[in-house]
């Protein structure tokens, strides 16, 4: 959704200097395919500006590269960016034999290695990098030889066995063989599978495939679960605007003040990055909302974050503490933060933190604007308080007046426990929000203000509006998988939120007929989600025949499991199906690295992760030395796109089309609202709730 204004060439060309590339490791992709991997020495620039090269390893002459002195047969290569450029080079050999001792030779360097399966990568295992969940009682890992240039192959002769063994002692605790699944259309991958089930809580585990190789490591619940969900909860810390983000909340002063606290309200129509401040204009100070990737503005479809939020509060309110995640939470009159531990949840005071910046873009009449944006986009290499330009607001529209009405009086009724009067206050802008947008408000929006009024006040005639809207609610079948802006802006795409308050509040009565309706909308849902994961071979969620622009998408839809798996979850909270917990797990592991190209698509986590997220801040913290800021989601793959890589992108399978480079912003930018709220809200339930403690790594201490 965002452009990328000026980086023209940077991909391509030539690097300085005359320095080999490294010779990382060796790896197997089968049992008759060792890959040497190389890491470019010559990447040169920012990390905005980076410049890497493909032909650094040269293969043209196969000569040099022997194993045991004996020349290798054909020779496959996979190159791609990731904070310098790496190369895979694939070398056909003789089936490896455990236990023996190799020489393997190359052009750059040689190194000596004994063959063991428990030890050496195998990159065709594709695992959750991170934590599957224990809850869930469909856990597996997929096998699928991808040789690069070499393209995809099948398994000659019988499946092998494998085992699942704790990397600690060396233990066994399952085994079995591997399973064909088949040619799967989407990857390009002949798919086999690995069944984890029956691994118990705890790790670090990794899969030996015999004669093959091994995993990443990858844990089971436990701390590994609590990890992922405070490294993914926390990403909206990060993303906060009017706020700074420094330690003890980061593990770097990455932004010391406030940002972007003064608006001039300009009122200018709707578009991106096309306001122009000339300075007279009235001024606003502003504090809160998020920012959105490689930009700093504020708009209409990041209502959806306080929102989801809330009705994962709601579903599981049990799972969701004060400090779990570690944020600020108390601050001063300028939103300095002076401390945390307020005695209210986490998850409700982000949610406070979301809605606080659209109390700001209320009129005085109730309406509300659509948000705020400036005239291209913040310089590179700065920290947002440092940013020198000047925004201004966007007109008010019906559209964020009708949403944010609904998201008001929602957050009114839950943070009336906590703070009684500041639940008033939201009320009445709630209702001056709905006053203000009148009958032009969008029907999903008219029925989530209508559901919270009900609720909240007991209104009936609020609970009238209810029975006549929720027939409309059938909707949610068709449109919960659509690009999830359109449940902001359209107003008739339907969010689980819209709705799900009525189905979960019981301190008011509810109309069985409404009841039955919305049960059914829901469950349609989530039985569509389950039957799209029986078809396919990587927990994706789509269908091989998707049409993803029909269903108004542009990027970000092969790493949306998130928004897929969100009517699975509610489903489950409702009826505690385990289809639906087991569903809602599997698309999560996706995005975590059970996917064609073993990526963990988050950055900070996991060990073949994200390196270039397209986030300025990001990019300024790499700058400095301290890495990307953890817990970003990217887009991921693209139906089609550009980026240097070998082979090329645009002849690849649809689930294998990603660069990591920051230049691919169709690739590595997201969205507060598309890629963080969704995993920010469902990997903490999958953890079962509680808190992680950051000084205790679980990849480091074994549990059990």
């Not at 039955?516 to 039985?527: E, F, G, I, M, T």
Request: hydrophobic share 35%.
């Amino acid at each position: 959704m965002k452009r990328l204004l000026v980086l023209a060439g940077l991909l391509c060309g030539s690097a300085p200097g005359n320095a080999t590339p490294a010779f990382k490791e060796v790896r197997t992709a089968s049992d008759t395919v060792l890959v040497a991997c190389f890491r470019s020495l010559k990447a040169s620039g920012p990390v905005w500006n980076r410049v890497v090269q493909a032909n650094e390893v040269n293969t043209d002459d196969p000569s040099p590269w022997k194993l045991d002195g004996r020349p290798v047969g054909a020779i496959h290569k996979f190159v791609t960016p990731t904070d310098t450029c790496d190369h895979h080079i694939y070398l056909e050999v003789p089936k490896l034999v455990p236990g023996k001792a190799y020489t393997l030779e190359t052009p750059y360097g040689k190194r000596d290695f004994v063959f063991d399966d428990r030890k050496i990568l195998c990159e065709s295992i594709k695992v959750n990098q991170n934590a599957y969940s224990a809850l869930s009682r469909v856990r597996y890992a997929n096998f699928a030889i991808w040789l690069g240039t070499g393209g995809s192959r099948q398994i000659a002769g019988a499946l092998p066995a494998y085992g699942v063994f704790r990397q600690a002692t060396g233990e066994q605790v399952a085994q079995g063989t591997l399973q064909q699944v088949g040619q799967d259309a989407s990857s390009g991958d002949f798919v086999y599978r690995i069944d984890l089930s029956g691994v118990p809580e705890g790790g670090p585990y990794r899969i030996s495939v015999k004669g093959y190789g091994c995993s990443w490591p990858f844990g089971v619940g436990a701390d590994f679960s609590r990890r992922l969900g405070y490294v993914s909860f926390r990403a909206l810390y990060h993303q906060r605007c009017g706020c700074p983000v420094v330690g003890p909340y980061a593990r770097a002063d990455v932004r010391k003040k406030p940002c972007h606290t003064l608006i001039y309200d300009t009122g200018e129509r709707l578009g991106e990055a096309n306001v122009r401040v000339k300075g007279t204009e009235p001024q606003m100070t502003v504090y809160g909302g998020y920012h959105d990737a490689g930009d700093a503005d504020r708009r209409l479809y990041h209502l959806m974050v306080p929102v989801v939020l809330m009705t994962t509060y709601e579903a599981f309110p049990g799972l969701f503490t004060d400090d779990q995640f570690n944020i600020p939470d108390r601050f001063d009159a300028n939103f300095n933060a002076i401390g945390k531990g307020n005695g209210i949840p986490d998850i409700v005071d982000e949610a406070a933190w979301g809605t606080m910046f659209w109390e700001h873009m209320q009129t005085a009449g109730g309406a509300v604007r659509w948000g705020t944006e400036t005239l291209g986009y913040p310089d590179w290499g700065i920290s947002f308080d440092q940013d020198t330009k000047r925004y201004g607001t966007l007109s008010t529209d019906d559209r964020a007046s009708g949403f944010a009405a609904g998201m008001f009086v929602n957050l009114a009724r839950v943070i009336k426990p906590f703070k009684p009067q500041r639940s008033a206050e939201l009320l009445k802008r709630g209702d001056m929000a709905f006053g203000a947008v009148g009958d032009r408000i969008r029907p999903a929006h008219k029925l989530y203000y209508a559901i919270q009024k009900y609720l909240l006040t007991g209104d009936e005639a609020a609970h009238a509006m209810v029975r006549s809207l929720a027939p409309s609610a059938a909707s949610f079948q068709e449109s919960y998988c659509k690009e999830a802006g359109g449940f902001a802006s359209d107003g008739n795409y339907w969010l689980a939120s819209f709705f799900m308050s009525y189905l979960l509040e019981k301190t008011r009565p509810a109309d069985p007929a409404v009841v039955q309706q919305l049960r059914a909308a829901l469950r349609a849902a989530a039985d569509r989600e389950v039957g799209y994961l029986g078809g396919t071979a990587y927990p994706v969620g789509w269908p091989a025949d998707m049409d993803f622009k029909r269903h108004n998408w542009g990027q970000g839809y092969f790493t949306a499991q998130g928004q897929l798996a969100y009517p699975c979850l509610m489903q489950w909270a409702l009826t505690k199906e385990q289809k639906y917990l087991d569903a809602t797990s599997q698309l999560m592991d996706y995005v975590q690295g059970l996917n064609p190209i073993g990526k963990c698509y988050v950055s900070g986590i996991g060990f073949d992760s994200v390196c270039n997220p397209h986030d300025r801040e990001s990019a300024y913290a790499q700058d400095k030395g301290w890495g990307p800021r953890p817990g970003i989601l990217v887009y991921g793959p693209v139906l089609s796109g550009t980026g240097q890589q070998v082979p090329p992108l645009n002849g690849l399978a649809r689930e294998r089309r990603y660069v990591d480079h920051l230049g691919t912003f169709q690739m590595n930018e997201f969205t507060v609202y598309q890629s963080l709220v969704f995993p920010a809200s469902i990997y903490p339930v999958l953890a079962r709730g509680g808190k992680w403690d950051p000084a205790r790594d679980p990849f480091s201490s074994p549990q059990k």
